[in-house]
């Protein structure tokens, strides 16, 4: 019976061990998950980490995309409450692809896009549909430039305007 405690007890360790996010870059590179079937988890491969982590100092753009094989959705939790489902896949199929942009811009693969404000978070996510019992996404954090930095360049595009023009009525 000590050997079943002792067991158990190491089981509980690994679990407990791996509790812990993976922390990712907000850059707007693509950070990959992996998933085993409808209903799991969305986890990072190397550590099997369960959340990712991550901290804004602006709004910013998370990105989900399916990749592989076509077919997969996903339901995306920020923080405790749910942000929403990927898009419905237009296909199920076998033509994979492991680039994140190209699946991206590829109809044929579920994508999400949600708007998140300034702070902490902590994303999780289960797949939802997965015609071939596991695959792979990935997801992106990207800044979006603040409404000043669109005032900066209107400002500034008016002003090369003003010279152009001033420059033709010259000539």
């Given at each position: 019976m000590k050997?079943?405690?002792t067991l158990l007890a190491a089981a509980i360790a690994a679990f407990a061990f791996n509790a812990h996010a993976v922390s990712i870059s907000t850059?707007?590179?693509?950070?990959?998950?992996?998933?085993?079937?409808?209903g799991s988890s969305l986890?990072?491969?190397?550590?099997?980490?369960?959340?990712?982590?991550?901290?804004?100092?602006?709004?910013?753009?998370?990105?989900?995309?399916d990749a592989g094989f076509s077919g997969d959705q996903f339901t995306i939790v920020a923080n405790g409450s749910n942000l929403g489902t990927t898009s419905a896949p237009t296909v199920q199929e076998i033509d994979s692809i492991?680039?994140?942009?190209?699946a991206w811009n590829d109809a044929r693969f579920s994508k999400g896009t949600w708007n998140l404000a300034a702070g902490s978070y902590t994303i999780t996510g289960t797949a939802t549909l997965s015609p071939f019992d596991s695959g792979i996404g990935y997801l992106s954090v990207t800044a979006v430039p603040e409404p000043e930095s669109?005032?900066?360049?209107?400002?500034?595009?008016?002003?090369?305007?003003?010279?152009?023009?001033?420059?033709?009525?010259?000539v």
């Open positions: 050997p079943v405690r850059d707007g590179s693509w950070n990959t998950f992996d998933f085993d079937a409808v986890y990072d491969f190397d550590s099997l980490d369960t959340s990712f982590t991550f901290t804004l100092n602006q709004a910013s753009l998370l990105r989900v995309v492991f680039d994140a942009a190209t669109y005032a900066m360049l209107l400002a500034g595009l008016g002003l090369m305007g003003a010279i152009a023009r001033r420059r033709n009525r010259n």
